[in-house]
């Protein structure tokens, strides 16, 4: 037997935005499965769905164009407004790939979608990342997500590209830094009923965003043990420029995360051979009922 089809991940569409740059997209069933034996039988006689939880799991570099989706809320995005589709570019035998405007591609279509970030990350003169999760919604029983042929529509690109940049804690910068991590700590609400195969409810449920620093520096960084009270903290994400290396300071093009209000304590330092390097966590909270804890900014300068 020889090989007919390959395909090679090309992007996720949003309504017909195309995002080219994924790093990594893993749809999956999540499938529960009933599996049945006669009693006293060691082998099963019966299989059937018990249900299935589809998801589209995928990491970007493309921060920008991955936070333009969340326009209500700096966590979750409601894309049910138009299709969400995973999209695969067929490889050509004695070839690349083939042209775009064929229809001999593939794409996984949600037709009613949910999604949140679970981590934005960067370490120094590393490749700054978001990883979220795509979650698949079924309205009337129908399977949420849908396999098919499709040409691939949009412009394909690959510009943007991001690196740690500084942090300021408590209108101080904080200097040294070497990576952070800032986890959402999205918990989801997906629920079914009737005996239906798919949830036909799916929301968030509760965050607890923390924010973990790694610094060279003071060990502790200088803070108390027992938790330092946080009245607002900046962390950017520096933009890279193609044919150079990063944008300046004062260009609007890099990426700005606050967070009013939380509390901040060294976690612990390492060492050894090596120079000592503090991790901060620093746990987030809202200022305010009916406030977020965290604000997203794409497009602004770094001051």
């Not at 069933?29 to 599996?35: D, G, K, P, S």
């Not at 997500?145 to 690959?158: E, L, M």
């Not at 009270?229 to 609007?252: C, F, G, M, P, W």
């Not at 939380?262 to 305010?288: Q, Y």
Request: glycine share 12%; with cysteine; net charge negative.
């Amino acid at each position: 037997m020889s090989v007919s089809k390959l395909y090679y991940l090309a992007g996720i569409s949003f309504g017909g935005t195309l995002v080219s740059e994924i790093q990594d997209g893993t749809p999956g069933t999540n499938t529960e499965e009933l599996v049945a034996r006669p009693s006293g039988s060691p082998h099963p006689l019966f299989r059937s769905v018990r249900g299935q939880k589809p998801g589209m799991p995928f990491t970007s570099n493309a921060l920008g164009a991955i936070l333009a989706q969340f326009s209500t809320s700096a966590f979750c995005a409601d894309l049910s407004g138009a299709n969400t589709d995973l999209l695969f570019r067929q490889g050509k035998n004695l070839g690349f790939r083939y042209a775009d405007n064929l229809s001999d591609h593939y794409r996984l279509r949600i037709a009613k979608a949910f999604l949140y970030w679970e981590t934005i990350a960067a370490d120094h003169q590393q490749d700054a990342s978001i990883a979220c999760r795509v979650v698949a919604v079924s309205t009337a029983g129908e399977a949420p997500i849908v396999g098919g042929g499709t040409t691939i529509a949009g412009t394909v690109t690959s510009d943007e590209w991001y690196t740690l940049g500084p942090t300021k804690i408590n209108g101080t910068w904080l200097g040294n830094e070497r990576g952070f991590s800032l986890a959402s700590g999205v918990q989801t609400e997906e629920i079914g009923a009737g005996g239906q195969t798919y949830d036909s409810y799916v929301g968030g449920k509760t965050t607890d965003p923390v924010l973990t620093l790694r610094a060279l520096g003071d060990p502790w960084g200088g803070y108390a043990a027992g938790g330092t009270a946080l009245t607002n903290i900046v962390q950017y994400l520096r933009r890279k420029e193609s044919d150079t290396h990063n944008y300046a300071d004062s260009a609007e093009q890099h990426i700005k995360i606050t967070c009013p209000n939380g509390l901040v304590f060294p976690e612990g330092v390492s060492g050894g051979a090596d120079p000592s390097e503090t991790t901060l966590r620093i746990g987030l909270r809202s200022a305010s009922y009916g406030t977020e804890p965290v604000a997203i900014e794409t497009g602004v300068a770094i001051a």
